[in-house]
């Protein structure tokens, strides 16, 4: 089944080049069946990108998905441009009398900050709160997933003494989950952050689970035991390309940077990257997609908080 999008937004020909299966919204109209609802608060500087990315991903799987772009009232975008953000995305206030399936809470480039001091963090901890009764099931990612772990269990970020910066290998803890099952036992995940979440704070909560972790990146992805929320602290979105071009954008600006790790073959920057996580990306958010599509209500006005 295909991806529902707006018939003029960017991704929309680049998806279909990659004979990702898109569905008009006049089609989806008229579909006898009820699609996913789910929204993705996009707070990556390059949103264009981070859509194309993620609607990939959501577009890669058996099932019809309605999206929903949600921005930041609180912050205006500086990497993109005004009018595609007031043509395809909603604020808060807009969506939220509103019930969703699922919503995606994307990384953002503020790790240098403490969450208190993000100009939007009380309008984001307004959409968390929101999300327990109006969502069924939480995705975050890099940041988001700091930034969730922290508001929901006062699990605190960490700084590192050096960025987390290349491709991976992890192993999976508990093979039996349904958000990681299908997952080889060894697998890679692209990862770019300078800080990280205190491990010791995750094990010894008794609400949270470790799913995969990695001995030289440490924990990949949390689940509150109620499955209802998921924390990536990856990039499994991430494209070939991106970190190399992090890795020149830092380069070019002469700020201090290391080659990422495992990435480049033989740590030659002129090389192409082999795209080694890909599979387990698809994989990732198809069996997100498939947990929410089996538990969540077929009517949301019977949404419990979760």
Not at 193 to 199: A, I, K, M
Not at 265 to 281: M, S, V
Request: proline share 7%; charged share 25%.
């Amino acid at each position: 089944m295909p991806i529902n999008i707006p018939n003029d937004l960017p991704a929309k020909h680049i998806l279909e080049e990659e004979n990702i299966y898109l569905i008009t919204q006049e089609r989806a109209e008229h579909q006898d069946i009820r699609p996913l609802k789910i929204m993705l608060l996009n707070l990556m500087p390059k949103k264009i990108e981070t859509e194309n990315q993620l609607l990939r991903l959501l577009g890669n799987t058996p099932l019809q998905i309605d999206i929903e772009l949600l921005q930041t009232a609180t912050h205006t975008a500086k990497n993109t441009s005004a009018e595609h953000m007031f043509k395809f995305y909603k604020t808060f206030d807009e969506i939220k009398g509103e019930r969703f399936d699922g919503l995606i809470v994307t990384g953002a480039p503020v790790e240098h900050l403490p969450f208190e001091d993000v100009d939007y963090w009380e309008e984001l901890t307004e959409i968390f709160d929101w999300a327990k009764q109006n969502v069924y099931s939480t995705f975050h990612i890099c940041w988001g997933a700091q930034a969730g772990l922290y508001h929901y269990y006062g699990i605190p970020k960490l700084p590192l003494k050096e960025k987390m910066f290349g491709v991976f290998p992890h192993l999976i803890t508990n093979p039996n989950h349904l958000l990681i099952r299908g997952f080889d036992e060894l697998f890679y995940v692209p990862h770019s952050r300078h800080t990280t979440v205190d491990e010791e704070a995750v094990k010894k909560h008794p609400e949270l689970e470790i799913l995969s972790y990695s001995e030289l990146s440490g924990i990949n992805i949390v689940a509150s035991k109620n499955n209802r929320h998921f924390f990536v602290c990856g990039h499994a979105e991430y494209d070939r390309r991106t970190l190399a071009e992090e890795y020149f954008r830092d380069v070019n600006k002469g700020l201090p940077i290391s080659i990422p790790y495992h990435y480049f073959p033989d740590d030659d920057p002129q090389k192409r990257p082999p795209f080694i996580w890909r599979g387990h990306a698809n994989l990732l958010f198809k069996n997100w997609l498939n947990l929410v599509y089996q538990h969540t209500p077929y009517d949301l006005r019977e949404l419990t908080e979760g």
